[in-house]
């Protein structure tokens, strides 16, 4: 998938906001909270790391192209990274950021989730 691609998947989620930091790293929010956080080599995603909950963390966490992200996993938070698509496909990927934007908008106090229309 190449990063375009990627950060257009991102974008069309509602009240996404996306900021390169970090070294050159494409960090998507929601509500200001990290959901996905992805680097590039020349255009093509080269990694993506993205919240689970702690049963996917567990199962995830041992298949192969994929390992807890280092900077949150090692903090207690259950994030995978994804290196390569031995087992998880760009389309999966995309699922799976699609679930950690939603987790991650679930955790936002009530009124973040008000002001971004996100409770019935």
Same mark, same amino acid.
């Given at each position: 998938?190449?990063?375009?691609?990627?950060?257009?998947?991102? %974008?069309?989620?509602?009240?996404?906001?996306?900021?390169?930091?970090?070294? !050159?790293?494409?960090?998507?929010?929601? %509500?200001?909270?990290?959901?996905?956080?992805?680097?590039?080599?020349? %255009?093509?995603?080269?990694?993506?790391?993205?919240?689970?909950?702690?049963? !996917?963390?567990?199962?995830?966490?041992?298949?192969? %192209?994929?390992? !807890?992200?280092?900077?949150?996993?090692?903090?207690?938070?259950?994030?995978?990274?994804?290196?390569?698509?031995?087992?998880?496909?760009?389309?999966?990927?995309?699922?799976?950021?699609?679930?950690?934007?939603?987790?991650?908008?679930?955790?936002?106090?009530?009124?973040?989730?008000?002001?971004? !229309?996100?409770?019935?």
């Amino acid at each position: 998938m190449t990063l375009d691609e990627f950060n257009a998947f991102c %974008g069309a989620l509602p009240h996404s906001t996306h900021v390169v930091q970090w070294r !050159g790293a494409h960090v998507w929010k929601i %509500g200001g909270k990290v959901y996905v956080i992805a680097r590039d080599q020349d %255009g093509v995603l080269s990694s993506a790391s993205f919240k689970v909950t702690w049963m !996917g963390f567990d199962i995830l966490k041992e298949q192969p %192209g994929l390992q !807890g992200a280092s900077h949150l996993a090692s903090r207690g938070m259950s994030w995978i990274q994804r290196m390569t698509d031995e087992t998880m496909s760009d389309a999966e990927l995309l699922t799976y950021i699609r679930d950690s934007y939603t987790l991650v908008g679930r955790g936002l106090t009530k009124k973040k989730q008000r002001e971004l !229309g996100l409770l019935d």
